[in-house]
């Protein structure tokens, strides 16, 4: 199998022709290390994942990383492998991304499936479940029907700047889908929530102008927002964060909401599927605990070591009680785990 690299100082382009294999996945590794100058030596390496209804020809991302372990520069690269119409691209294959992706490959089996990240630290785990890693920064000559944006503002210097990105990469088609959470919601005193209801106004909390902002990015493009409530799994969530840290000064009577990440997917897989346009959905379960519950269900299930001490706080804001019934009822969707306690095996 040949790769044809054609390398100046200012372009780097690697095109591989690649023969589809029929029987099973096929994976090709190359890297070629050079230096531009005497002070910087670059290492490329591309890691290129081939199922059987790839097309006939496609062509490498190339990355491109100093020696130092320097961050990553932006490279031009030109793919010339056709779009299946049910392609889909992850920007954020995370937790929740490659959820997304087990699911989505369970309802298009042919199609091929793409992860942007920012860093190439996980991109042997992404080939090993059928996902084709690439990184943030690799220009494309072709869009996608099909785009997901899952990546958090934590690790973004500007993130509506990124979902805009996102949003140039999706051609219109198929579905654009934002993964947003609750917490701009304006509500403070354990009141009822809708999709619909009020926000809280930009400009006063970073936080929530951070999301508002790029939400309002996708559904200016025709692509829609799902807002998540709390995700959790059994290793992952605010009931790990609360056992690890014992005491916490907080109110307990704060009312919080929970989505087990596997419905956050089939969720949002649901809303992909719809092929909606502008549109805004909620995701919960419809089963709002208190803080100090969250943590009595889970001494309740005994199934974690560690002991909660409990919670010292007894003022500061209360929650809120999201209800997604619209949600539901316009996508013919519902959880798996229908409550918290539901999925610790403890609901009455």
């Not at 579905?175 to 509500?187: I, V």
């Not at 010292?312 to 949600?327: A, F, Q, R, V």
Request: proline share 5%; net charge neutral; with cysteine.
């Amino acid at each position: 199998m040949g790769s044809t690299v054609c390398i100046s100082p200012a372009t780097f382009t690697a095109v591989a022709p690649i023969k589809p294999s029929l029987s099973r996945t096929r994976t090709l590794n190359t890297s070629i290390s050079f230096s531009t100058n005497p002070n910087r030596n670059f290492t490329f390496k591309h890691i290129f994942s081939l199922s059987s209804s790839s097309m006939a020809s496609s062509t490498l991302h190339v990355m491109a990383s100093s020696s130092t372990g320097a961050a990553s520069e932006e490279l031009d690269t030109s793919s010339s492998t056709s779009v299946g119409a049910n392609d889909l691209l992850i920007v954020g294959p995370g937790v929740l991304g490659r959820l997304v992706a087990e699911k989505w490959r369970e309802e298009h089996p042919g199609c091929q499936i793409t992860g942007e990240t920012v860093t190439t630290d996980h991109h042997e785990e992404l080939i090993k479940i059928g996902i084709n890693p690439t990184l943030k920064g690799v220009k494309w000559d072709h869009k996608f029907p099909y785009v997901i944006f899952c990546a958090p503002p934590s690790r973004s210097s500007d993130y509506a700047s990124d979902v805009g990105e996102a949003a140039s990469l999706w051609n219109g088609e198929g579905s654009f889908l934002f993964t947003s959470s609750s917490a701009p919601y304006d509500r403070y005193d354990n009141g009822q929530c809708y999709e619909d209801s009020p926000v809280v106004p930009i400009g006063r909390s970073p936080r929530t102008d951070v999301l508002l902002k790029a939400e309002k990015i996708v559904l200016d493009a025709g692509g829609s927002v799902v807002r998540l409530a709390g995700l959790y799994k059994a290793d992952r969530g605010m009931h790990l964060y609360y056992l690890k840290q014992g005491t916490i000064e907080a109110n307990p009577h704060h009312l919080v909401n929970l989505i087990h990440y596997e419905d956050a997917a089939s969720l949002s897989v649901a809303i992909l599927k719809k092929k909606l346009r502008s549109r805004l959905f909620l995701g919960c379960d419809n089963h709002p605990v208190s803080r100090q519950e969250v943590m009595d269900l889970v001494a309740k299930s005994g199934k974690f070591d560690p002991t909660f001490v409990g919670f010292t706080g007894t003022d500061g804001p209360l929650g809120k009680k999201l209800d997604n019934s619209k949600t539901r009822e316009e996508l013919g969707w519902e959880p798996k785990y229908k409550s918290f306690a539901h999925f610790l095996g403890v609901a009455s």
